[in-house]
């Protein structure tokens, strides 16, 4: 399997712009998790989805961040407009649902200028 | 609520020493505990896992981890440092009933000195 994949693994954007992160988990897996690390909070889950269907979008910062999951195979994280203090690195990971461990991707490192 | 703490942010090892990575938790039943690695420009891999069982963990790369209930403790050990091993690790606890989220400590970068 090739792993949990993320695109683009680069992003630089200019304040006020969309981004759209997507998220490709790995075949089979139940859940799927977005997570935000950055130098002063560390690793933040923001959404997670079981069976396509978001269950706890506590972590989401406010409303310019949105996490769709279409199907088992793709999920994208938006930000609308994004801010500089969007800047960092985004993690998709997912898991199935017959183990507790997450499979981690490359993540998607923000930059909003 | 269930929190992480990694005790030094940064630690510094010569090449062959022992590796000591600390982490306690807080929570009001044992949790399930973890120990991902991160290395540079690269996502989190799981390292090792404890759930049930023997308390003693081994994972991948020759590190393993003990299981402390009294201490609420789940230290991250390698007899020898490598090189290789330098990279940041994240101790991480998740509940053991439903849905599993991650609550991850604040990381220890790990340098390893020649």
């Known amino acids: 399997d090739a792993g949990v994949i993320q695109s683009p693994r680069h992003e630089v954007t200019e304040m006020g712009q969309e981004v759209t992160l997507r998220c490709k988990p790995i075949s089979g897996h139940d859940y799927l998790f977005w997570y935000r690390q950055t130098m002063m909070r560390g690793l933040e889950l923001l959404i997670y989805?079981?069976?396509?269907?978001?269950?706890?979008d506590s972590g989401m910062p406010e409303d310019r961040f949105s996490a769709k999951m279409p199907n088992a195979s793709f999920s994208t994280l938006k930000i609308q407009p994004s801010e500089p203090r969007d800047s960092a690195v985004y993690f998709c990971?997912?898991?199935?649902?017959?183990?507790?461990?997450?499979?981690f991707g490359p993540g998607t490192r923000l930059t909003v200028l | 609520a269930q929190s992480v703490t990694q005790l030094g942010s940064h630690v510094s090892v010569s090449e062959g020493a022992l590796v000591l990575l600390r982490c306690n938790y807080s929570s009001s039943v044992p949790p399930y505990l973890f120990w991902y690695v991160q290395y540079p420009n690269q996502g989190l891999q799981l390292l090792l896992k404890y759930t049930t069982g023997a308390t003693l963990v081994k994972g991948i790369n020759g590190f393993e981890a003990e299981f402390k209930k009294s201490e609420t403790s789940f230290h991250l050990t390698k007899p020898s440092a490598h090189m290789s091993d330098a990279a940041e690790y994240f101790c991480?606890?998740?509940?053991?009933?439903?849905?599993?989220?991650?609550?991850f400590g604040t990381g220890t970068r790990l340098k390893v000195l020649a």
């Open positions: 991480a606890v998740s509940d053991r009933e439903g849905t599993y989220k991650y609550i």
């Open positions: 989805f079981n069976n396509n269907v978001p269950i706890d």
């Open positions: 990971a997912s898991r199935p649902a017959s183990t507790d461990t997450q499979y």
